[in-house]
């Protein structure tokens, strides 16, 4: 069982990845990740707004920068981890998902510009989900919701401020201040 | 059984949502919706890249842009449709999806701007893909990945001239041009 979920999200250009990269870093703490690492310049507003919604919903995911990509992929190698990329030219999810649950550590790889040859050959798995072209942020998404096997859906996060409650019609939330 | 998807995107602010709302139509499009509405101005950059998209990689969804999307609501009602409303103030998805499985025809309400209150009256279902806060884009994808149980993901698009061939390792395609 996969105990520990590391994101590298390769790339990030602050002006026109200021949004897609925010929503990678909440989607990676949304859906269980421990940590997300955004490889490329440091920006302090994504750091500060994703500062905030831990602190208001619960700790979850961690943030940090890495200005090399290739060392963080190394690193988490060393560690233990298992490299996934995702990719529309990979083999699909369905045909990989339960080897890929089996593992201990697992640190997914996530583009935004064009990733490197090298990547896939770096990789582990490399796992597409659907074979067409559309977005990481859903990508991601889709293959943590397989790895965690739905369990995100209702999770809790320890320290919220603020919780949700769910409703058929309108909103609640249950506030601790 | 689903037959028919519609995707209604609330709100789209050309600057700012751009690249997210382009996110959001490849998603439609990957996940197998028949079409998405964009309610707000109309984007003729994202229509022609989308355009291209459905040319390469073969038809998929419609894109259609409309000014009024409590207009276009009521319009997919009126067609039979039930709206699924995706917000993480509502009923979570594991809940609620066998239910709308076995609906016709379903619009699938996303947000960008904050949605109306208005909206969580309208919708048959308000449905969380997770009960914190992350990305409409990962919503959509999780949502319709549950509703299509996962058959889009090795799905085939009728007069693709590039179609993915799944590779562990590298990057391989089939053209027709």
Known sequence: MVKEITIIRY????ERDKRVTSHCCLVARAFGAKRIIVCGPKDKGLEKSFDKV??????????????????????????GAKIVHLTMYGIPLGRQIEKIRKEKKVAVLIGS?????????????????TMQPHSEV???AVFLHELMQGKELEAKFRGAKIEVVPQERGKKTKKRF
Chains 1, 2 share one sequence.
């Open 11 to 14: 790339g990030h250009r602050e």
């Open 54 to 79: 831990n602190l208001n919903w619960g700790k979850g995911t961690s943030l940090g920068a890495s200005g090399n990509w290739k060392a963080e992929i190394r690193k988490q190698k060393a560690r």
């Open 113 to 129: 510009q064009k990733v490197p040859r090298e990547a896939y050959g770096l990789a582990d798995y490399n796992v597409s989900v």
């Open 138 to 140: 859903a990508a991601l």
